[in-house]
């Protein structure tokens, strides 16, 4: 008996001219849609990120001070080689960040501030496909991200943010997921595949305390990996997947 053949990925949906990415950490887009951002931006979308924390509780042998600063400094230069020139965070604790109307309130914000018709994150779900534990973090702000789609265009929820300028933005049509174990879209990496790859060794002083590997075969090591994986269910060809919300 033969093994049903996985579910193809579909392309993603290309009628849209502005995207907001909303993680938690620095290094959260370089591991999860990097490649994706590259072909995006090459081909004239705008694209901005939004970091809840500065990541300065990642480095055991930094302090959170020191930490934080390089973190802020590698997470522009990464953004940079994908043609990402707005990056800006939050400043919620790395580590301990709470879901909540605080958190769906900074993040409603930010999408009214940027007005996109796409907005991606990661993983919401409590496991990495239920092989690994997913971190508190993560979830939150996925979770958050989720929920504050449909906040940022309801004029009664945060309506102190109406008051600070920041007028209701109903034109989210899209959540994209990076990292789900449930992918239903995915784009071609292609030529992005290289600068993601570049992209996530500008978090050098990450990696170099994350692994005694080599950086750049580390990095081209994850990303061809996961890359591929996502091809076997799209033409074969190198991908990003994601998980698509319809709103």
């Not at 590259?38 to 004239?44: I, L, M, R, S, V």
Request: net charge negative.
């Amino acid at each position: 008996m033969t093994e049903p053949k996985p579910r193809q990925l579909e392309p993603m949906p290309d009628g849209w001219h502005r995207a907001l990415a909303v993680v938690a950490h620095p290094d959260d887009l370089e591991y999860g849609c990097s490649a994706a951002i590259a072909q995006w931006t090459d081909g004239g979308r705008e694209v901005a990120y939004v970091l809840a924390t500065r990541g300065e509780a990642g480095i055991d042998t930094l302090a959170p001070d020191m930490c934080g600063a390089l973190r802020e400094r590698e997470q522009r230069a990464s953004a940079a080689v994908v043609g990402v020139t707005t990056v800006e965070f939050l400043g919620h604790r790395d580590g301990v960040i709470e879901y909540g109307t605080a958190l769906r309130r900074d993040i409603a914000a930010a999408i009214r501030r940027h007005r996109p018709e796409l907005v991606i994150t990661l993983n919401h779900r409590d496991t990495w496909g239920g092989v690994a534990w997913n971190t508190p973090d993560h979830v939150a702000v996925g979770r958050a991200t989720l929920d504050a789609a449909g906040d940022a265009g309801n004029r009664w929820i945060f309506p102190e943010l109406a008051e600070q300028g920041l007028e209701p933005w109903n034109g989210v049509r899209w959540v994209a997921v990076a990292g789900s174990a449930t992918p239903t879209h995915a784009v071609a990496a292609g030529p992005g595949l290289d600068r993601a790859v570049r992209s996530l060794l500008e978090h050098r002083s990450y990696i170099e305390a994350l692994t005694d590997e080599d950086p750049e075969q580390y990095a081209r090591g994850f990303m061809t990996t996961s890359t591929e994986a996502a091809g076997e269910r799209f033409g074969g060809k190198p991908a990003v997947a994601f998980e698509l919300f319809g709103r």
